[in-house]
């Protein structure tokens, strides 16, 4: 398996997970773990603007949906 088909394998996982959930992955349940670290490292390289356009859109818009679902504070 090549390095963009394991990529966008684990960002499907990801999604699904988002999706599912309603919510980002957490550090505190272990199964989750593993999805945390590998968007925090997307992350980093998204900063660092080390990522392909096609891969900085993707993890721009998972980001979007995750913070989709933050609460927000209803007495402002």
Do not use: C
Not at 5 to 21: A, I
Not at 42 to 60: A, H, V
Request: aromatic share 10%; net charge positive.
């Amino acid at each position: 398996m090549k390095r963009d088909e394991s990529w966008n394998k684990k960002y499907n996982e990801l999604w699904q997970f988002v999706t599912d959930h309603r919510r980002g992955p957490t550090r505190h349940h272990l199964e989750e773990k593993r999805m945390l670290n590998w968007l925090k490292y997307n992350r980093k390289l998204l900063n660092k603007d080390e990522l392909s356009p096609e891969k900085k859109l993707l993890i721009e818009r998972i980001k979007a949906l995750i913070s989709s679902f933050n609460r927000v504070n209803q007495y402002q």
